[in-house]
Antibody
């Protein structure tokens, strides 16, 4: 059974960089069969796809966030990470990591999510 | 970007009712559509892919249909554990986008 677990600071100051890590167990980020994504959900609102990374390191980002986002993969630790810079209060959200099969860009396994609040 | 519009935004129903949720895409997405169920404080759960294929372990009372721009999620006989918010997601093109959600509430 694949499990994903997000970790990182729950509070980030405005203009600083949000950094989160997703640790995968029961599966491998080195598998060519999956994309590894970040998705966020502001409190009380809907879901927004942030971007994905493939084991090779290739990435695809949401254009609305592309200038501020970096997703990277650490195969030796079976982890992938999100960095979002120059954050504002609008970036306050629950951040999920998720897995998408290579056969289709939908999300079959999700982490439990982690709330990141942007506030001074 | 492809806009996904769900209706209704909320529905009140009773246990045993048949519930239908609609999702409309702003352009043709063939059958590249997924459905998720989300309960408060929890991550979304994957229900349906390719518009009508049931994910393993999902009860058969859930079904999906549609292609092109119009899709539906049907719960044939609502159970207590089905009260939740449901989201559609298009998997046809980037950026991947979700509908605004439909909350299924207890009548």
């Amino acid at each position: 059974q694949v499990q994903l677990q997000e970790s990182g600071p729950g509070l980030v100051k405005p203009s600083e960089t949000l950094s989160l890590t997703c640790t995968v167990s029961g599966g491998s980020v080195s598998s060519g069969s999956y994309y590894w994504s970040w998705i966020r959900q502001p409190p009380g609102k809907g879901l927004e796809w942030i971007g994905y990374i493939y084991y090779s390191g290739s990435t695809n980002y949401n254009p609305s966030l592309k200038s501020r986002v970096t997703i990277s993969v650490e195969t030796s630790k079976n982890q992938f990470s999100l960095k979002l810079n120059s954050v504002t209060a609008a970036d306050t959200a629950v951040y999920y990591c998720a897995r998408a099969p290579h056969s289709g860009y939908d999300f079959d396994y999700w982490g439990q999510g982690t709330l990141v609040t942007v506030s001074s | 970007d492809i806009q996904m519009t769900q209706s209704p935004s909320s529905v009140s129903a009773s246990v045993g009712d048949r519930v239908t949720i609609t999702c409309r895409a702003s352009q043709d997405i063939a059958n590249w559509l997924a459905w998720y169920q989300q309960k408060p404080g929890k991550a979304p759960k994957f229900l349906i892919y390719a518009a009508s294929s049931l994910q393993s372990g999902v009860p058969s009372r859930f079904s999906g249909s549609g292609s092109g721009t119009d899709f539906t999620l049907t719960i044939s006989s609502l159970q207590p554990e089905d009260f939740a918010t449901y989201y559609c997601q298009q998997a046809n093109s980037f950026p991947l986008t979700f509908g605004g959600g439909t909350k299924v509430e207890i009548k």
